[in-house]
Each structure stands twice: as structure tokens, then as C-alpha cells.
């Protein structure tokens, strides 16, 4: 991808992720771009932990993707550690392009760097594309998860 660059996210990228989250049809119910500030609350606490990783796609100074990456130390699996990607998204102006899978296979590649030796994500049952793409790009669709809401 010409002129991609796949980088840390900064508290000035949160318009435009937050914006990247909603536009879709199960962030359209759930997110706002009204008030931003439980979003850059939440951006401080990820961009402390360590084993946190926000990441933006960005092309001639457009965002066009992002995703979250979590590294989770465990004890199952001999002590090893496993990637976790969370909320991928990639702007509508890019969709079609292959910068899914290019986001995808970097966070796999730091995943990999970071000592992980599994890579997991969930996708909600609804987005059946998005099951197509993971499978595409080698997932195994081999647990069902469950979510317990609190609020």
C-alpha cells in the first residue's frame, strides 16, 4: 500500500477514530461524535498500559483505518502470551482496497514480535463479510463468545 503508514495513535486522532467506529451499522447505535471526552479519557488509559496498542492507518495525512491491539500475558498455553485485535475499522473511503488485510497482518506480525503465540479477535455474529475476511486471512472460527453487559 503507497504511502500507508501504520502508527501509534495520538489524543488528536480520536475525532477521527471515534468517527471511523460510528460509521458502521452496529457503531452508528452505539457511538457519538457529539462529545468527545470520555473517548480522549478512555484514549489516556490505553496509551498508559503497556500492553495496549492503538494504532492508526494513515495516507497522505488522511486517517483511513485503526485498530486496538491488546497483548495478554497468560499461563494457559505453557506461560505464553496472545494478541488480541479489537475494533478494526477502515474509513469508507478506502473500503475495497485491502487495507483490512494489510492492518490485519500487521498486528499480527507485532503480536508476533511482542512473544505472542496466538492471535485471537471476535467479530459480531452479525458481520458475516467481516467472518468471510478473517477466515480468508487464515482465522479458525473455533469458539463461541459471550458478552455480559453491565450498565
Same mark, same amino acid.
Not at 478512555?42 to 497483548?71: K, M
Not at 502470551?81 to 487495507?99: C, D, F, H, K, P
Given at each position: 500500500?503507497?504511502?500507508?503508514?501504520?502508527r501509534r495513535?495520538? &489524543?488528536?486522532?480520536?475525532?477521527?477514530i $471515534?468517527?471511523?467506529?460510528?460509521? @458502521?451499522q +452496529?457503531?452508528? #447505535?452505539r457511538?457519538?461524535t457529539d462529545d468527545?471526552?470520555p473517548?480522549?479519557?478512555?484514549?489516556?488509559?490505553?496509551d &498508559?498500559d503497556?500492553?495496549?496498542l492503538? $494504532?492508526?492507518?494513515?495516507r497522505n @495525512?488522511? +486517517?483511513?483505518? #485503526?485498530?486496538q491491539?491488546?497483548?495478554?500475558?497468560?499461563l494457559?498455553?505453557r506461560?505464553s502470551?496472545?494478541?488480541?485485535?479489537e475494533?478494526v475499522r477502515v474509513a469508507?473511503?478506502?473500503r475495497?482496497e485491502?487495507l483490512?488485510?494489510?492492518?490485519?497482518?500487521?498486528?499480527?506480525d507485532e503480536?508476533r514480535?511482542?512473544?505472542?503465540?496466538l492471535?485471537?479477535?471476535?467479530?459480531?455474529?452479525?458481520?458475516?463479510?467481516a467472518?468471510?475476511?478473517?477466515?480468508?486471512l487464515?482465522?479458525?472460527?473455533t469458539?463461541?463468545?459471550?458478552?455480559?453487559?453491565?450498565?
Amino acid at each position: 500500500m503507497n504511502n500507508l503508514d501504520i502508527r501509534r495513535a495520538t &489524543a488528536g486522532d480520536v475525532a477521527g477514530i $471515534v468517527a471511523m467506529i460510528a460509521d @458502521d451499522q +452496529l457503531g452508528a #447505535t452505539r457511538e457519538s461524535t457529539d462529545d468527545l471526552a470520555p473517548y480522549l479519557q478512555a484514549f489516556d488509559r490505553i496509551d &498508559a498500559d503497556p500492553n495496549q496498542l492503538l $494504532v492508526v492507518a494513515e495516507r497522505n @495525512d488522511e +486517517l483511513v483505518g #485503526t485498530l486496538q491491539l491488546t497483548i495478554i500475558p497468560g499461563l494457559s498455553r505453557r506461560g505464553s502470551s496472545r494478541g488480541l485485535i479489537e475494533a478494526v475499522r477502515v474509513a469508507a473511503t478506502a473500503r475495497g482496497e485491502g487495507l483490512g488485510s494489510t492492518l490485519i497482518r500487521w498486528a499480527i506480525d507485532e503480536s508476533r514480535t511482542r512473544g505472542c503465540t496466538l492471535v485471537q479477535l471476535t467479530s459480531d455474529k452479525t458481520r458475516t463479510e467481516a467472518h468471510r475476511f478473517y477466515t480468508n486471512l487464515g482465522f479458525e472460527n473455533t469458539h463461541e463468545g459471550f458478552k455480559l453487559k453491565l450498565r
